[in-house]
């Protein structure tokens, strides 16, 4: 029975563990704490707190694993420690083991709104966008996989939605490229579980809808019956420096499909619903 890592047993990695236990494999997680490793995992799913930027410990709790997943979060003062300095110890520590990485679309600094594939080019350029590429190197020389994730959102998580409910969303014409917690969880699964995988291992994760933020927002607005405000503010007309259409032709070319392929089935099957079962 295969025995697959998940780095980082959250709001992702939890949804790619249960996965993996569901189709046979031994399934281990890290996490941040004891406390939260105490929780214990569903089903077969064994949780362990595990800082992966502290080599000694990754070396000391490391086992013969045929699969090591990466996707631990990060806040913006511990980057460099939970990216780079983690994927160089799970690397050193699982050696034979296929590394997947879950990096970000914002290593493409395309700012014209063309479509960037995995050959465009990924020439960072902000710090923590950087460290990702760092990261990335690592895992390519280990012959591992580079997954560049879109924006996240799913159940209990969506920065477009809060936005719309308190009042603060700004509909703007930069392109928003988006992708579903679970159809991120199925591609590590996919890939984790595919036989042959050509070199360069690097693939896009993200939906087949790239669009303009303002018609989700103008989307989510008629859903909720919510107004927006009328013009952006400063410090909201700042932010989102990238606008670019990201494609995942080639990870679909793999087998590979989103379950939810544009940000209406994701709202209107997963996120609304969950909104509505915790009272909102």
Not at 93 to 122: H, M, N
Not at 221 to 248: C, D, F, I
Not at 249 to 258: H, Q
Request: charge should be neutral; include cysteine; charged fraction near 20%.
């Amino acid at each position: 029975m295969p025995h697959v890592l998940i780095a980082g047993c959250g709001y992702v990695g939890s949804v790619a563990a249960k996965l993996f236990a569901d189709s046979g494999w031994n399934v281990t997680g890290w996490v941040r704490s004891d406390q939260v490793a105490g929780r214990g995992g569903e089903g077969k799913i064994s949780l362990k707190a595990v800082d992966i930027a502290n080599l000694e410990a990754v070396r000391s709790n490391a086992f013969a694993a045929n699969v090591v997943v990466h996707c631990a979060s990060s806040g913006a003062d511990s980057y460099r420690h939970v990216y780079r300095d983690g994927i160089a110890n799970l690397s050193a520590c699982f050696p034979g083991a296929r590394l997947i990485f879950t990096s970000s679309t914002s290593v493409y600094p395309q700012r014209d709104r063309s479509l960037v594939t995995e050959e465009s080019p990924a020439e960072p350029d902000s710090d923590n966008a950087r460290i990702l590429r760092e990261a990335e190197e690592i895992v390519l020389e280990d012959s591992g996989i580079v997954l560049r994730v879109a924006g996240i959102y799913g159940p209990g998580r969506s920065f477009l939605l809060r936005r719309t409910m308190n009042g603060t969303a700004v509909a703007t014409d930069r392109i928003v490229n988006q992708v579903h917690r679970d159809d991120v969880a199925s591609a590590i699964f996919f890939l984790g579980g595919c036989q042959i995988i050509n070199p360069p291992r690097i693939f896009n994760v993200v939906d087949d809808m790239p669009v303009p933020r303002a018609e989700i927002l103008a989307w989510l607005s008629e859903r909720l019956k919510l107004p927006l405000p009328a013009s952006p503010a400063p410090a909201e007309q700042a932010q989102g420096r990238s606008n670019k259409r990201v494609s995942n032709a080639k990870l679909r070319a793999l087998g590979w499909a989103p379950t939810y392929p544009s940000y209406r089935e994701g709202f209107d099957q997963s996120v609304l619903p969950a909104l509505k079962n915790c009272g909102a």
